[in-house]
């Protein structure tokens, strides 16, 4: 079992930036780990926004959050971070880490059911 903890979110006005982090309890038994930050809105769907692969460079972004929001990862601390810049009331929502321990077809990185473990959720609120 792996256990998720994200934190960082809050209160802030349009404009401003937040870094969302999420901390894994255990990694080291598994091969390949995909991570991905999902985000969901009252009365919406939960959506990925950010995706990364544990060790690699590879990185992707929803169409939505592009040139805004940013995935990085420190390893060695089972860290994965969202830094959300020049945030906009519309990005209001729970935020979300989730991974998987498994080999990933990369076409379902965005499907929230790809994802085994999910931690409860950082709130995020913009302010116009």
């Known amino acids: 079992q792996v256990q998720l903890v994200e934190s960082g979110g809050g209160s802030v006005t349009a404009g401003g930036s937040l870094r969302l982090s999420c901390v894994a309890s255990k990694y080291a038994d598994y091969g390949r780990i995909f991570l991905a930050w999902f985000r969901q809105a009252p009365g919406e769907e939960r959506e990925g926004v950010a995706f990364?692969?544990?060790?690699?460079?590879?990185?992707d972004y929803a169409d939505s959050v592009k040139g805004r929001f940013t995935i990085s990862q420190d390893v060695a601390k089972n860290t994965v971070y969202l830094q959300i810049n020049s945030l906009k009331p519309e990005d209001t929502a729970m935020y979300y880490c989730?991974?998987?321990?498994?080999?990933?077809?990369?076409?379902?990185?965005?499907?929230?059911?790809?994802?085994?473990?999910w931690g409860q959720g950082t709130q995020v609120t913009v302010s116009s």
């Open positions: 990364i692969e544990r060790g690699s460079a590879y990185t």
């Open positions: 989730a991974a998987r321990l498994r080999p990933l077809d990369i076409r379902d990185r965005w499907r929230e059911g790809s994802y085994d473990y």
